[in-house]
């Protein structure tokens, strides 16, 4: 499933089979909690979303399933990045769920809420641990293996992404159904262009801000820091970011890399020259589009 040598798929066939996307998949929206979720009481205004189709001010924390007519037995989970203060929807999240959804895998967006608008710092990893068990939960009526569900997140989302793979026992929340007695934690995860330490000189100020406030302890860092959380059960893990990334520096990469191998950890790293931060699935022609592609060999998807 995690194939030493890589194959890029091209990312002109990933954008054709993206096009038809739309017309063969089954969409759906599930709701994360049967009622009110825990940590709030939540923001007091309605939900945002600007022209970037980023959301924020999260009410309902929820998950858009689409579904192909013509699967191939996995299940990925998507989380959208902004720093815990907005979610990257529009421009990351929806277009990997096409390119996903395009080559035969069932996708999760999530929907989760926000620190900085009425919920507690737990409710991102709340969301994201519910909505792994959710997707189990759902696998027979679906048709994918509940063996084959992963996770990728951009930026914060990659950070969401890697907390969720690396403490997927963790007692975030107490158990309401069924569901919550299956696992969370992720068969494969991809985290790109990520947010991954809390710990000074590689942090991203926003992210670490939003979750830490101003004057974090060190055990305060230490426990948010994802390449600090690895062990041998981690996840095989794909990473993939630019030298030049302004906001989350590369090191962030490097250090979860470094880890992963400490714990012999299956994992791949792609380091592009150029891409900053921020380049979603890759402007075509670009040294970053190809990570769509590695990504899908690698986690047997293509």
């Given at each position: 499933m995690f194939p030493r040598r890589s194959f890029v798929l091209g990312a002109a066939a990933l954008a054709t089979a993206a096009n038809f996307a739309r017309a063969d998949e089954v969409s759906e929206?599930?709701?994360?909690?049967?009622?009110?979720?825990?940590?709030?009481?939540?923001?007091?205004?309605p939900e945002v979303v600007n022209p970037d189709g980023a959301y924020s001010n999260i009410l309902a924390p929820r998950m858009v399933m689409r579904r192909p007519l013509q699967s191939k037995g996995a299940a990925v989970l998507i989380l959208g990045g902004g720093g815990y203060r907005r979610i990257g929807i529009g421009r990351e999240s929806v277009?990997?769920?096409?390119?996903?959804?395009?080559?035969?895998?069932?996708?999760?967006?999530?929907?989760?809420?926000?620190?900085?608008?009425?919920?507690?710092?737990a409710a991102p990893f709340q969301d994201a641990?519910?909505?792994?068990?959710?997707?189990?939960?759902?696998?027979?009526?679906?048709?994918?293996?509940?063996?084959?569900?992963?996770?990728?997140?951009?930026?914060?989302?990659?950070?969401?992404a890697g907390m969720t793979a690396v403490q997927p026992s963790s007692a975030l929340y107490p158990k309401i159904d069924g569901a919550d007695a299956l696992s969370a934690r992720p068969d494969f995860a991809g985290l790109i262009y990520p947010v991954l330490t809390m710990i000074p000189p590689f942090i991203t100020k926003i992210s670490t801000k939003t979750l830490l406030g101003d004057a974090p302890t060190p055990e305060q860092r230490a426990a948010l820091?994802?390449?600090?959380?690895?062990?041998?059960?981690?996840?095989?893990t794909f990473l993939a970011q630019a030298v030049d990334d302004p906001i989350a520096p590369v090191d962030n990469s490097l250090l979860m890399f470094a880890a992963l191998r400490q714990a012999a950890v299956p994992a791949a790293m792609h380091i592009f020259q150029g891409g900053r931060h921020g380049f979603n699935i890759g402007r075509p022609g670009s040294e970053a589009s190809a990570w769509p592609g590695l990504f899908a060999t690698w986690a047997g998807l293509a």
């Open positions: 929206t599930i709701a994360l909690w049967p009622g009110d979720p825990p940590g709030g009481p939540g923001p007091a205004g277009p990997t769920a096409r390119l996903l959804t395009a080559l035969g895998v069932t996708t999760f967006v999530l929907y989760y809420r926000l620190p900085n608008s009425g919920w507690a710092q641990q519910r909505a792994m068990r959710l997707i189990r939960a759902r696998a027979g009526v679906l048709g994918y293996d509940p063996g084959r569900v992963g996770i990728i997140g951009f930026s914060a989302g990659g950070h969401l820091s994802v390449e600090r959380l690895v062990t041998p059960q981690t996840p095989p």
